[in-house]
Antibody, heavy 120, light 110 residues
Framework: EAQLLESGGGLVRPGGSLRLSCAAS????????MSWVRQAPGKGLEWVSS????????FYADSVKGRFTISRDNSKNTLYLQMNSLRVEDTAVYYC?????????????WGQGALVTASS | QSVLTQPPSASGTPGQRVTISCSGS????????VNWYQQLPGTAPKLLIY???QRPSGVPDRFSGSKSGTSASLAISGLQSEDEVDYYC???????????FGGGTKLTVL
C-alpha cells in the first residue's frame, strides 16, 4: 500500500523560505503525478501545485505562482515544495497527495500533513 | 473563493438518505470527472468517490456519486453517526489548468 510522509514544516517569518519534502513508498513513484494541497486553520482544502510523473509538467495555483516551486526526485522517491516569499496567508497544513497518470486526476493517497506557520 | 459551490452544511437523521451538491461550470465539471473526499477532524482527506461514480475498495456502497452537466452530487444512504464529517468535491479546471476543490460541506447526523 502507498505511504506518503511529509517533513520540513515549521515556523517562518513572513518573507522567509521553507522546503517541504514528501517521501513516498509502496508504489512506482515515477508513474504517478503528485500534488500538494493545503488547508488553512478552520478552512477548506486548497490545491497548491501538481507535477507529472517524469517532472516535465508543473502546474500552480495563482495564489502561489512565482513564489512556490514543485519538483521531484524519482531516484529518491521524493516530492518537494520550495516555498519562498512566504506570507501570513500561506499558514496551513500542507498535504502531499498521490495522483493518477496525469495531474488532472484524483488523489487516492494522502500524507499526514506538515504544518507551516508564517508569522512574525 | 471556490469555483465549485457546495452547501456549507447538510443534515439528516440516522438511516435517512442525504445528498450533497457540487455546482461548477463548463471548464471544470462540464468537461472533467468529479471526485469526492471525506475528511475526519484533524486527519488527512480520504478518497470517497472518483471518476464521478466509482468507489475505491473499502468504501461502503452507502456512498454513491453522480454527475449531470455542470453539477455533481454525493449521496449517502442509511446515514450513520460516523458519517458526521466534512465532504469536498473536486475537479480539474481546463481554464485555470489546476485542480479545484469545493468549499466543503459539514454533515450533521441529528
Amino acid at each position: 500500500e502507498a505511504q506518503l510522509l511529509e517533513s520540513g514544516g515549521g515556523l517562518v517569518r513572513p518573507g522567509g523560505s521553507l522546503r517541504l519534502s514528501c517521501a513516498a513508498s509502496g508504489f512506482t513513484f515515477s508513474s504517478y503525478a503528485m500534488s500538494w494541497v493545503r488547508q488553512a486553520p478552520g478552512k477548506g482544502l486548497e490545491w497548491v501545485s501538481s507535477i507529472s510523473g517524469l517532472g516535465d509538467d508543473t502546474f500552480y495555483a495563482d495564489s502561489v505562482k512565482g513564489r512556490f516551486t514543485i519538483s521531484r526526485d524519482n531516484s529518491k522517491n521524493t516530492l518537494y515544495l520550495q516555498m519562498n516569499s512566504l506570507r501570513v496567508e500561506d499558514t496551513a497544513v500542507y498535504y502531499c497527495a498521490k495522483g493518477t497518470g496525469h495531474p488532472s486526476g484524483w488523489y487516492d493517497y494522502w500524507g499526514q500533513g506538515a504544518l507551516v506557520t508564517a508569522s512574525s | 473563493q471556490s469555483v465549485l459551490t457546495q452547501p456549507p452544511s447538510a443534515s439528516g437523521t440516522p438511516g435517512q438518505r442525504v445528498t450533497i451538491s457540487c455546482s461548477g461550470s463548463s471548464s471544470n465539471i462540464g468537461s472533467n470527472t468529479v471526485n469526492w473526499y471525506q475528511q475526519l477532524p484533524g486527519t488527512a482527506p480520504k478518497l470517497l468517490i472518483y471518476r464521478n461514480d466509482q468507489r475505491p475498495s473499502g468504501v461502503p456502497d452507502r456512498f454513491s456519486g453522480s454527475k449531470s452537466g455542470t453539477s455533481a452530487s454525493l449521496a449517502i444512504s442509511g446515514l450513520q453517526s460516523e458519517d458526521e464529517v466534512d465532504y469536498y468535491c473536486a475537479a480539474w479546471d481546463d481554464s485555470l489548468n489546476g485542480q479545484l476543490f469545493g468549499g466543503g460541506t459539514k454533515l450533521t447526523v441529528l
